[in-house]
């Protein structure tokens, strides 16, 4: 059995890591670019099926081509978290995202296998993977 | 370093908030209007971009005359607490709502900005401000 | 006043019965169903307004008739939880689901009144009461 110490350790770390999902998806609502690459690590990885972005130097050329422009609204939901000692852990977690880009509605779900770390004392991103399910006009819906 | 009692109670008040600001959701989806009142502080405030209702009274009034008719399904999301004290605490979480009205399906979504505090034992709503993204029509979806 | 050890103890309990309806929602998205049958106990039951289910073999009946075939995405969101003791709570969550069934996206939205129970040194689901609000094609929005 662990100590209360070890015990409140590990709920205080899923809180912080679960707090540094939703200040991600308000940093994207907010455009703010800098907020965003702040809760990476210096050499987190955000990955889609067929790109990936490394280090604060792409991730901040990335986001600031995507939603610095504050076209997404993200809902972060149902996360689940395996800490692996006291500066690893991974997770898995929804998100329902709402867009408005080049003047259309459009509406998007998947979900992020993320892996944290601790880095300079705060939890940050290591790794996202982004695992789309659909992204589709709103208007019409998902087609699978 | 805070002792392990103070610790504790930091996240027991974070659960409790965030218990908060769904059960809110709940007497919204249910209409329960003496539950939505009970939510808040006795001076407690709900505002908007250009409105405010503040106190028991007013708000009660003013949930009345909207929610009270099981018109709107809030879903609370994205939850990041910062405690000022044993007492007093603000957040932001992210909200989408399906709303019903005079025969039309809509979708709103936006965040929360809250100030809570302890009042007669308990964490409550000391002032709500909503801050909208979007309230459109399902059919076509936000424009903006 | 409990003691750290037993407010402690709560504050896990609510941490793990979380989780179990986040791992419920990634096992429908994988289409998992020995998964999602594992995280109910063995006399489980899973109701809706007009039909039961009760046991892991009629859970794994319906859940292979239906979400199996990897047709839903659900949020789970605004989750209250109430412990009665050790190994028993009960809790309120809202759910919203995408579907992607027979060519068409719908949106269904309700809540889940639950009983959780410790089975095998785990919070499982006892009993799930789904309360819906609407099923509707995405593309004309609900009519209630």
Not at 20 to 35: F, I, K, N, Q, S
Not at 77 to 102: K, M, W, Y
Request: net charge negative; with cysteine.
């Amino acid at each position: 059995m662990s100590s209360i110490e070890e015990r409140l350790a590990i709920i205080e770390a899923k809180d912080e890591i679960r707090e540094l999902t939703a200040r991600y998806c308000h940093a994207v609502v907010d455009g703010d670019v800098e907020a965003i690459i702040e809760l990476f690590c210096r050499d987190g990885v955000f990955r889609m099926r067929n790109s990936a972005f490394t280090g604060h130097a792409e991730l901040r050329q990335m986001y600031q081509g995507g939603v610095g422009a504050k076209t997404h609204k993200p809902f972060i939901q149902n996360h689940v978290i395996e800490l692996d000692g006291p500066t690893e852990a991974s997770g898995r977690c929804s998100v329902e995202i709402r867009i408005f880009q080049e003047g259309t509605a459009m509406t998007a779900a998947g979900h992020y296998l993320d892996r944290y770390r601790v880095e300079d004392g705060r939890w940050k991103l290591a790794d996202r993977f982004y695992n789309a399910y659909h992204l589709a006009p709103w208007e019409t819906g998902w087609t699978r």
